[in-house]
């Protein structure tokens, strides 16, 4: 088992639609989240960290996080063919501050 | 700032020969990580330093792979010899860790390809 597990996708979804990506974790020490955006052949950017249970919103986009279930997710409201780019999910091992990525998810969105 | 700061950009070299990438981090963070990506395997860490000291090497794949930070405003990757597996994306992200939602910063990166 991978220990940050996402969908590779491609999500497909129409502009102005919400995307929803979503992310498994194994490591129950994990307490800090990040998600990332990588256009193709650039490097990954930040978008959003979340360390509490619950919802943490930023512009269009809201993070989610159960520890419980050991989840988060990504929603990117009123979507733009501009965000169509992979995300990435990250988890940070124990209190280590080393970031285990997952495989990212490539979010496709349609004019 | 100008943010993380690798070269070079591409890296062609042949099988057997000395490989050295460079990243400058942004100054005033105090981690600094080498990340490598490839399709197969993704973003693997293969090394990180707090304040220029190695913490831990266990991603590096071999012997070959080799890092330092002399000071904090550089570090090197050096692969010697490289071989065709080699052949990856390699990012340096910088860090100012501890801090409300710190993340990392990551260089543009270094696309290395041996042949």
């Known amino acids: 088992q991978k220990e940050v597990e996402q969908n590779s996708g491609p999500l497909s979804v129409p502009e102005g639609a919400i995307a929803s990506l979503n992310c498994t974790y194994s490591d129950r020490g994990s307490q800090s989240f990040f998600w990332y955006r990588q256009y193709s052949g650039k490097s990954p950017e930040l978008i959003m960290s979340i360390y509490s249970n619950g919802d943490k919103e930023d512009g269009r986009f809201t993070a989610q996080l159960n520890k419980a279930s050991q989840y988060v997710s990504l929603l990117i409201r009123d979507s733009q063919p501009s965000d169509s780019a992979t995300y990435l999910c990250?988890?940070?091992?124990?209190?280590?501050?080393?970031?285990?990525f997952g495989s990212g998810t490539r979010l496709l969105v349609r004019p | 700032d100008a943010g993380v700061i690798q070269s070079p950009r591409h890296e062609v070299t042949e099988m057997g020969q000395e490989v050295t990438l460079r990243c400058k981090p942004i100054?005033?963070?105090?981690?600094l990580f080498w990340y490598r990506q490839t399709m197969m395997r993704g973003l693997e860490l293969l090394i990180y330093?707090?304040?220029?000291?190695?913490?831990?090497d266990s991603g590096m794949p071999e012997d070959r792979f080799s890092a330092k930070m002399p000071n904090a405003s550089f570090s090197t990757l050096k692969i010697q010899p490289s071989e065709p597996r080699d052949s990856a994306v390699y990012f340096c992200?910088?860090?100012?860790?501890?801090?409300?939602?710190?993340?990392?910063?990551f260089g543009s990166g270094t696309r290395l390809t041996v042949v």
């Open positions: 100054s005033g963070h105090d981690y």
């Open positions: 990250a988890a940070e091992r124990g209190s280590s501050y080393k970031l285990i």
């Open positions: 330093f707090n304040n220029n000291v190695p913490i831990d």
């Open positions: 992200a910088s860090s100012l860790v501890g801090t409300p939602g710190y993340g990392y910063t």
